[in-house]
């Protein structure tokens, strides 16, 4: 059967396919259109702490994509959850823009999770949606672009006021979801 999924502020329902007990597929929608699926769609539901679910009897006729027994993955997806909550303290808020400050400086021979982050990154501004369209775990997309803003290969950009809210012509180095972000991790 099938497990559908419905959190606030998602795009439309998410879903885990099951077959004799195992899970063997996971799908979540974007609000492109486009979905991610397998296991970083399993592991990105694991990070969802809010919504309702349904089960839907009945053997669907997709290939699996999860392979791995459940019990497997399902300690792997709250490891990938726990590292993440860790990974974001150390990164801007995920609507931040990056943009390419240094492409020519890449070796010649580069890791494929790096360079499909650094297309994702010039195809995508964001940093949510560089996650979003790299094929590999969410948790590895957010390292590898914690190591190149390191490496000042991709360079957070600066907020315009009127995507903070700020007055005219008033140039911020911290949205207002970056000061709230700041001032929650000094309260704690």
């Known amino acids: 059967g099938s497990l559908r999924l419905i959190a606030p502020g998602n795009a439309g329902s998410a879903a885990i396919a099951l077959r004799a007990g195992q899970v063997v597929d996971a799908v979540v929608p974007l609000a492109d259109g486009t979905t991610v699926g397998g296991e970083k769609a399993l592991y990105r539901l694991l990070r969802w702490s809010d919504g309702r679910f349904e089960f839907v009897p009945g053997v669907g006729a997709e290939p699996p994509r999860i392979a791995k027994p459940t019990r497997v993955v399902l300690l792997e997806g709250m490891r990938h959850k726990d590292e993440w909550d860790r990974a974001l303290t150390g990164l801007p808020p995920l609507d931040s823009r990056l943009r390419v400050v ?4 890449a070796p010649a021979e580069i890791h494929p999770l790096t360079r499909e982050v650094l297309e994702a990154a010039a195809a995508y501004p964001r940093i949510d949606a560089i996650v979003d369209h790299c094929s ?6 957010l390292h590898c672009l914690a190591d190149l803003i390191a490496r000042r290969v991709l360079q957070i950009e600066t907020t315009r006021a009127d995507d903070t809210g700020g007055g005219p012509g008033e140039s911020l180095v911290y949205s207002r979801s970056e000061v709230r972000r700041l001032r929650e991790w000094i309260a704690l």
């Open 136 to 141: 590999a775990p969410d948790l590895q997309v």
């Open 102 to 105: 240094r492409p020519a400086d």
